[in-house]
């Protein structure tokens, strides 16, 4: 199929997944993909899918004292790097926390924290940080596209926006920050998916209206999200530092249980958010 005949179609299916609305389905009577092929336990707790208008205002609201920048593609420039560059990415056990700014009064602000990447959870809590995303902190760290995060699945918005990035790079840049993405979150997200269609859009050309998952109980990718999953998703997951799966939230596609991390997201525990 020629080249700009599958984007067409794909430009088409993100449209038509976009009207779709979000939708989560099961691996049999699981939320996700049970160990041992599907056919281990379904964990005992489920990840959130709804969160009030309250706890998005207020993610929206607040604003990191530093964030990472990317001034190239990682995908063509194998030294590509943030600035500052990313800490621990080969520390399985690291997580990403915001550090609330002291107060006066030696509470915690609200409205300005720093992005600190510690080596785990209990070393992030000890020092009165709060976990947003399991593995180092990354160009989608940030509150604001946390705040995305929770209203937006990205699976069909995604589709939508990486097809607009194939005709043209700086379009597909807008689309994803016309989600509220911020910036530098959108530039990973954006080489992403132009990445990705030129690497996997002949096999995806071949299953446009194919279901993401195969049967119960293993589940399976189909062939162009696995193809995702093998040739752009380490690098974009290491870049980003947030994914869906890493910040505890399930989507479109069934992952495996193993792989999403049991995080909650609440600031209003913090008393001085008003909630």
Known sequence: MPTKMWVSLLLLIGFIGAVAGNQYPMCGNCWCVPDNGGLGDCPDWKPETSFPNKTIDTYQKQAPVSFYILNCNPYKDSSCATEPPQVMLDVD???????????????????????????????????????THAGSCGLCSTTQDLSIYLIEDFTAAGKKCATMGLFNEDQGLKCY???????????????????????????????????????????????????????????????????????????????????????????????????
């Not at 700014?101 to 940080?129: P, R």
């Open 93 to 131: 056990s690291a997580v990403c926390a915001y550090k609330y700014i002291a107060l006066a009064d030696g509470s915690q602000s609200c409205t300005n924290y720093a992005m600190v990447t510690y080596a785990s959870a209990a070393d992030a809590e000890l020092d009165g940080a709060v976990v």
């Open 177 to 275: 920050m016309e989600l509220g993405l911020t910036g530098e979150c959108a530039k990973i997200w954006n080489y992403d998916g132009i990445f990705d269609g030129k690497a996997c859009g002949a096999v995806c050309a071949k299953e446009l209206t194919w279901p993401n998952n195969g049967p119960a109980p293993a589940c399976a990718l189909n062939d162009c999200l696995q193809c995702d999953e093998d040739k752009a998703g380490p690098k974009f997951t290491s870049f980003a530092g947030r994914s869906r799966r890493r910040s505890g939230l399930i989507s479109e596609i069934i992952r495996n249980c193993s792989s999403i991390a049991h995080i909650s997201h609440d600031p209003c525990t913090n008393p001085n958010c008003g909630c």
